[in-house]
């Protein structure tokens, strides 16, 4: 099976611009999360998607927002750039067996330069 | 909210030997998960543990619930071995990080 794949791998956007971030989950997998990772912050949970409903928020403020589609794509998009926002952006996919917790499968990340 | 603490941050050590990084967490969880990720970005999933013991190879994962603490080991390490180690609690809210350790293993 083919892994978790994301587009564009790097970005770069200026400060006030909105951008759409993608992720194909493995085949099968229903479940997508979003992750930032930043040198001081390290990884944050922003959102989680099963089945087109956002199942889990982290604490980011509205700026950020995602959705999924029938397919189990999912994108994510972030309005009104901030220098702040600079970050390697992961996505996860996770089998939904039945039985929890899941193992989660990373993405090779977008990397989003802010100027 | 669960706080998820690791050391050591850094770590340094020599071809062959064995390696211990420690991961602490303030509540209950679900399962910890340990990660590894390589410069560049790219994040594996190493465990995921609710109890008890697993291993990998030459990676063991060990998880005590009372004692909220769980431990990656790495025998035999090897220069490849060389990335950071994450640790996280997959609670209800989604998984919660550690800081990492970085680990270099050298020949």
């Known amino acids: 099976k083919a892994g978790v794949t994301q587009t564009p791998r790097y970005l770069i956007k200026t400060r006030g611009q909105q951008v759409t971030l993608s992720c194909s989950p493995i085949s099968g997998h229903r479940s997508v999360s979003w992750y930032q990772q930043t040198p001081g912050q390290g990884l944050q949970f922003l959102f989680e998607y099963f089945s087109e409903t956002q199942r889990n928020k982290g604490n980011f403020p509205g700026r950020f927002s995602g959705r999924q589609f029938s397919n189990s794509r999912s994108e994510m998009n972030v309005s009104t750039l901030e220098l702040g926002d600079s970050a390697l952006y992961l996505c996860?996919?996770?089998?939904?067996?039945?039985?929890?917790?899941?193992?989660?499968?990373f993405g090779p990340g977008t990397r989003l330069t802010v100027t | 909210k669960n706080e998820v603490e690791q050391s050591p941050q850094n770590l340094t050590a020599q071809e062959g030997e064995f390696i211990t990084i420690n991961c602490s967490y303030s509540v209950g969880i679900s399962a910890l998960h340990w990660l590894q990720q390589h410069p560049g970005g790219g994040i594996v999933s190493l465990f995921m543990l609710s109890s008890g013991k697993k291993k990998h190879g030459r990676l063991i994962a060990t998880i005590n619930i009372q004692e909220k603490h769980s431990s990656l080991h790495i025998t035999a390490s090897h220069p490849r071995d060389s990335a950071v180690y994450i640790c996280a609690e997959g609670g209800a809210d989604g998984l919660t990080f550690g800081k990492g350790t970085h680990l270099i293993i050298q020949p």
């Open positions: 996860a996919s996770s089998p939904e067996t039945g039985a929890t917790p899941y193992e989660q499968y």
